[in-house]
């Protein structure tokens, strides 16, 4: 890829609503894709990825993610939020040198008890 | 604990001074990477060492800044005659796997430097 795009800075839910978080990459030969989450207070951990197979790809606490080639996304989704998915939360995909990451600018995400 | 650990966790200096980082990553892994965090952005690639060799270096880095992993295992990031522009998160990784493209990242806690 090269570069990562993530739209929403901030969403508010309640618990229980439905989650889903855009993330869209310009198109740079070989696509994997990651999504990173920093809940409050921890360090950065890895909540799926995608490099081939089923386009849709299913992650840590509930959490799934839809590469769609023709729309250059891969966003990331959970039916029912908890107070416990506040978090920030980081697309990112490999630059033309497959050694370097890029990041998206991060979604945080606050969850109304 | 056997994550990647950073130290210091934080680090106050006045401007044109030098600081050092350093990383150190979970024992099995031979990818180290080094990035820059600043507030409401996400990490930005710094530098990328497979072993001890340094592969890729941002072209965001200037001549001040210069990281090593002499023997393959812990990585030091250097920062010369910082600036206030300097001041940020730095943030370690460490993964190993069949390609540095796929393989899993394992953050460290950071280095928040605040340059007076």
């Known amino acids: 890829a090269q570069s990562v795009s993530q739209h929403n800075h901030h969403v508010i839910l309640s618990e229980a609503a439905s989650l889903e978080l855009g993330c869209n990459y310009s198109?740079?030969?070989?696509?994997?894709l990651f999504w990173y989450v920093q809940y409050p207070g921890q360090h950065l951990q890895l909540l799926l990825k995608y490099f081939s197979g089923d386009p849709l790809v299913k992650g840590i606490k509930g959490f799934e993610a839809e590469f769609i080639k023709s729309k250059f996304s891969f966003n990331l989704r959970k039916p029912s939020v908890q107070w416990s998915d506040t978090a920030e939360y980081f697309c990112a995909a490999p630059y033309s040198s497959a050694s370097k990451i890029i990041f998206g600018s991060g979604t945080r995400l606050s969850i109304r008890p | 604990d056997t994550g990647v650990s950073q130290d210091p966790r934080h680090k106050i200096t006045k401007r044109g001074q030098n600081v050092t980082f350093r990383c150190d990553p979970i024992s099995e892994h031979n990818r180290l990477y080094w990035y820059r965090q600043t507030l409401g952005q996400g990490p930005e690639f710094l530098t990328y060492f497979q072993n001890e060799a340094q592969l890729e270096k941002s072209r965001l880095l200037s001549d001040r800044f210069s990281a090593e992993r002499p023997k393959g295992s812990f990585s030091t990031l250097e920062i010369q005659r910082t600036e206030q522009g300097d001041s940020a998160m730095y943030l370690c990784?460490?993964?190993?796997?069949?390609?540095?493209?796929?393989?899993?990242?394992?953050f460290g806690p950071g280095t928040r430097l605040t340059v007076l």
């Open positions: 990784a460490s993964s190993s796997g069949l390609a540095a493209s796929t393989d899993t990242q394992y």
């Open positions: 198109y740079g030969g070989t696509v994997n």
